[in-house]
Every structure is written in C-alpha cells, then in structure tokens.
C-alpha cells in the first residue's frame, strides 16, 4: 500500500506539476456542454433539459476520449516505449502497483476535471452546487471514463507505442457509434446510449419531472444492462492489461 | 576467488529471428567483474535477462541462485541498477528522485539518505536543480546514486562511463573502488572500454556475438594470452615492421611508438629469423620481452578468435 501511494504521487508529480494539458481539456469540455445552450433557462425543466447537455454532448464524449488516450499514452506507453518504467521496474516495486497506480491517477485526474466543468456548467445554467444531477451526471461520466480508460491502458501496454495509443481510443469511439447509429440514447453499445440510458434512469428515479424531458423512462433490466455493458468490457479489458504488464519484456 | 554471484548458463535468446544470446554460460568473480565485448555483442540483453527485464527463450540467468525471471522481485530488494541510457523523471529534482526512491527500498530518513547521496556521487551542489538541466555525465551520477542508495549487495552498471569525461571516468573508478573496499558491494561492469576496467576489475567475461569468448581472473587470463607475445623495443621500428611483417611465424604484428609488439606461431623460427634479420637490417635492440597481456590485447585476441581457445 505504501508503494500505491508513493508511486500515485509519483505519477502527480511528474505529470501534474504544470497542468496546461489539463486546463486546456477542462476549457474545452466546458465550452462543449455550453454550446447546445440557447440562452438562461426560465423552467426547472428547461434547467433539467439541458443538464441532459452533459450526457447528449458528443463533443464533451469526443474531448474526453482524446484526452484520456492522451493521458495514458503519455503516462504508460511512452514510458514503456522510451525505457523510461525500466526506472520502476529496476527498484522493488510490483509491476500491477506501478500499473493500479497509473491507472488510477489519470482516470481520477481526469474524473476532477469533467466535475469541475460538469458543475461550473450547472452552476451556470442556474442548478444550486449540490444539485443531485451534478452527481448523476459525475457517476454516470465515471461509467464512461472507465470504459475508455480501460481501452486507452489496453492499448498503452499492449502496443507499447505512443501514437497507436492515442488512435486507437479514438477510432473506437468512432466504430462504436457507427456500429449503432440507430436509436443511439438506447443502445448499450454505443458510448452515448450507454449513458444515456443510466443517466435517464437514475433521474427518473431521484428528481420528479415531466415526461417529455426525457421521454419514457427506461426499465431496470435495461439500466442493469447499461450499467454492466460497460462495467464488464472495462474489468475484461483491466485483467488483460494487468496479466500482461506483470510479465512484459522490456528490452 | 568468493563464489559467484552471478551465473548464466546455456542463456539463449531469440527476438523473432535475431539470435541475440547464444548458449551464454558466464559467471562473475564475486568482487569487481567486467563484461566486455563490442557494441551489439548482447551485453545490455544479458544483463537486461539478469534484471527481470526479458524472459530467456532458453537456458538460465541468476543472482544469487535465484532465477532472474521468477524470482525478479526478490533480487531487486538486494540489487542496484544503472541502464545504459538512464531515463528519469525530468520534471523532479534529483533529491525528490532519489526520495521516492528512498521509500521504495524503505530506508530510514530517505531525505537525509538521499541528500547524502548525492554528495557523494558529486551532485550535492545541482541536488535542486531538475532533472532536465542535467548534462548527460549527471544523470550518469544520478544513476550511480539511484543505483547505490539503498547499499546493495551487488550493482550492475551498464556502460557506466559512456558520457563521462576523462575525470568523471576516473571519478566513478575510484568511487567503485572505495564503495567496494569500504561496503564490500559487489559490482558488474559491462563496457567496451577496457583501460579503464583493468584500473578496477578482477574478474573479466568476454563476450562477442552473443556467446561468451573467454573469462577468468585478469591475470590468468593476462598470463594465457600472453603467451607467444613480444614485446621489442627498437632504434628504427618501421624498418623492423616491414622485415617482419610477412614472416610465415607472425600472428599478429603492431607498432605502439617506438615499440613493436608481435604475437608469434612458431617461437623456434622466429628466435633463428629474427636475430638475422636484425643482424642483417642493423637494427639496435633496446628491450626485447615477453609481455603480460593488457586487458585490450586479451580482449582483442580473443574476440578475433571468437571461439574460447582450448
């Protein structure tokens, strides 16, 4: 435990330190979840319509996407590619801590900077700071975040190059979307009907509000099965990387 | 000599079709070994192997008669390790560096142990400046300090002087040398440069494509490849090189200044040939004598010969 911690403020400390990478995608997204906007709401739900910006905003989707491939590239496949985990690998650390610990500060790092736009953008639209939709919609981006973090680490340690994981990710947000093009906001598969569906559910069953916001809620065995979609590729996907990072040769 | 602590045998390696090891079976003399052999010979894959780097495709690599792949945990807790192109956080300071690392050996007080440290590797002075403004001879110490912080029973040091100056070279020699006189820890230089090794080693394994050429104490092996070589000191030395050159009894001929070091075949033809010849040139003998081998003969001799002599 001692060595997660250390390495955690490790990773903090080497990539953190002047954050521009980090400002910059917290801009961006917040620009992505304002543009769908059409002036100050009047309505408690016109304010609730469009908080649904946050999980219907394809660019928001895109930006994080980019930038967690990004992220992970720089923090994983770099490293590896450039000899530079050869440093870790060199001291008594286990290899699935250096892993956990990298996975775990960039995707949490990137999870403060969606919240922090997440509920500038609701402070913004008038939503009081502990509005239940803020949380929502954080829980249901960290379902997101998961899936494509899981995705970006895969494509990290098992290509070992820097740019092929930064493509990757994207191009599957891309296949993803074109795989189900239709009825999207139902679609398990496709990363905004993923979310969509969960986050649909979830305000349905804390916030009263009229159906035409957002339709009919959807079912439990359906929110179950959004939920899981993503939960299970990412756990797949994780036990992959991790059997593979703690016997990778680096040469 | 102590027994090794170090040990490979038949250590093959394969990438795709490349044959990086083959059948390497060498050991260290347990104080201060060198490992040469030309660039691109396998040094940094076998010692990448001994690391827990890479896995062998066949054979076996181990320290401490622990196996280096499955037990790569547990050597690291009594090893030190400087790669031959370090690669360290740029954005740390060199004492915020070597502070982690501290934690990860569990030392106590890690920042006055990596503070003293530095000093000793001569960094005391840059030990707040990053990492990034480092020239490439200070991440060299820096890697020296990483490798010997936490006073390991044995360092590897991959091409350590590699971009070191003459003085930084003599530096990190004497720094070895006390380390191992004063802290008994063992070390293992692999280098292609070998005047320098022979100031501190006593054990060498050579190593040429992938496969050991020979090993021993220096001075055995200094004493065996010795053997048939001459060292003659002459008034006109090119004049001699041309009489010689072509003499069937000649195995190797070269000048140094004003000396000529030959290695011969035949000891008997060459004594009858080579007095005549001085005899007939009028060449002046200053100083005619068998030599013991440098290490940069040993290492040129056997690696020419690629295969251990018998």
């Known amino acids: 435990m001692k060595d997660f911690f250390r390495l955690v403020l490790w990773e903090i400390e080497e990539n953190w330190r002047f954050p521009s990478l980090e400002i910059i995608a917290a801009i961006l997204m917040y620009f992505s979840l304002t543009s769908r906007s059409f002036g100050i709401p009047k309505t408690y739900n016109q304010v609730l319509s469009y908080s649904v910006n946050v999980v219907y905003s394809f660019w928001l989707l895109m930006f994080e996407v980019v930038f967690i491939a990004v992220f992970f590239s720089r923090s994983v496949a770099e490293q590896i590619e450039k000899r530079e985990i050869l440093t870790l690998f060199a001291h008594p650390i286990k290899r699935t801590t250096v892993l956990l610990a990298k996975f775990l500060t960039n995707?949490?790092?990137?999870?403060?900077?969606?919240?922090?736009?997440?509920?500038?953008?609701?402070l913004f639209i008038g939503l009081g700071p502990l509005h239940p939709v803020h949380y929502i919609t954080i829980l249901v981006a960290f379902l997101q975040l998961l899936f494509f973090s899981a995705i970006s680490l895969a494509c990290s340690v098992f290509?070992?190059?820097?740019?092929?994981?930064?493509?990757?990710?994207?191009?599957?947000?891309?296949?993803?979307?074109?795989?189900?093009?239709?009825?999207?906001?139902?679609?398990?598969?496709?990363?905004?009907?993923?979310?969509?569906?969960?986050?649909?559910?979830?305000?349905?069953q804390l916030i009263p509000i009229e159906s035409y916001t957002f339709g009919t809620p959807p079912s439990t065995a359906t929110f179950i099965g959004a939920v899981l979609f993503p939960v299970t590729i990412s756990a797949f996907l994780l036990t992959l990387s991790f059997i593979y990072f703690r016997k990778m040769e680096v040469d | 000599?102590?027994?090794?602590?170090?040990?490979?045998?038949?250590?093959?390696?394969?990438?795709?079709?490349?044959?990086?090891?083959?059948?390497?079976?060498?050991?260290?003399?347990?104080?201060?070994?060198?490992?040469?052999?030309?660039?691109?010979?396998?040094?940094?894959?076998?010692?990448?192997?001994?690391?827990?780097?890479i896995k062998p495709t066949y054979g076996k690599a181990a320290i401490f008669n622990l196996d280096s792949w499955s037990k790569s945990a547990q050597i690291r807790k009594r090893i030190g390790f400087l790669p031959e192109k370090p690669a360290y956080p740029g954005v740390f300071t060199a004492k915020r560096f070597l502070e982690h690392i501290a934690h990860f050996h569990r030392l106590q007080e890690p920042r006055q142990k990596a503070k003293k440290v530095l000093e000793e590797v001569g960094l005391g002075s840059a030990s707040e400046k990053q990492i990034k403004t480092y020239s490439a001879g200070m991440q060299q110490r820096l890697g020296l300090a990483q490798a010997i912080m936490s006073n390991p029973e044995l360092v590897i040091l991959d091409e350590p002087t590699a971009n070191l100056?003459?003085?930084?070279?003599m530096d990190l020699l004497e720094k070895i040398k006390q380390l191992h006189k004063d802290k008994n820890m063992k070390f293992f230089i692999s280098?292609?440069?070998?005047?320098?090794?022979?100031?501190?080693?006593?054990?060498?394994?050579?190593i040429?494509?992938?496969?050991?050429?020979?090993?021993?104490?220096?001075?055995?092996?200094?004493?065996?490849?010795?053997?048939n070589t001459y060292k003659i000191t002459v008034s006109d030395p090119a004049k001699l090189m041309e009489a010689l050159q072509n003499q069937p009894f000649i195995e190797q001929i070269r000048q140094e200044e004003n000396s000529i070091y030959v290695r011969i075949k035949n000891t008997q033809a060459f004594m009858k040939s080579f007095f005549k010849t001085m005899a007939k040139e009028e060449i002046e003998i200053k100083e005619f004598k068998q030599t013991q081998g440098a290490l940069e003969q040993i290492y040129d001799m056997s690696v020419r010969r690629k295969k251990p002599p018998t």
């Open chain 1, 107 to 122: 995707m949490l790092v990137i999870l403060l900077v969606i919240s922090a736009s997440v509920i500038i953008y609701g």
């Open chain 2, 1 to 53: 000599m102590t027994s090794p602590t170090i040990a490979t045998h038949d250590l093959t390696k394969l990438f795709g079709k490349f044959q990086a090891l083959d059948r390497l079976t060498l050991q260290d003399g347990g104080g201060i070994s060198g490992f040469v052999g030309p660039n691109g010979a396998g040094k940094t894959t076998t010692i990448h192997v001994l690391m827990g780097f």
């Open chain 2, 165 to 169: 100056d003459p003085t930084g070279r």
């Open chain 2, 191 to 206: 280098t292609h440069i070998l005047s320098e090794l022979e100031k501190v080693c006593s054990w060498v394994s050579i």
């Open chain 2, 208 to 227: 040429n494509q992938g496969a050991l050429v020979d090993q021993g104490p220096i001075q055995e092996l200094s004493e065996k490849y010795s053997e």
């Open chain 1, 159 to 204: 290509s070992k190059s820097s740019w092929a994981s930064i493509i990757i990710p994207i191009v599957t947000l891309f296949a993803l979307m074109f795989i189900a093009p239709q009825d999207q906001a139902n679609s398990y598969i496709s990363p905004l009907g993923s979310i969509a569906t969960v986050y649909r559910y979830l305000i349905s």
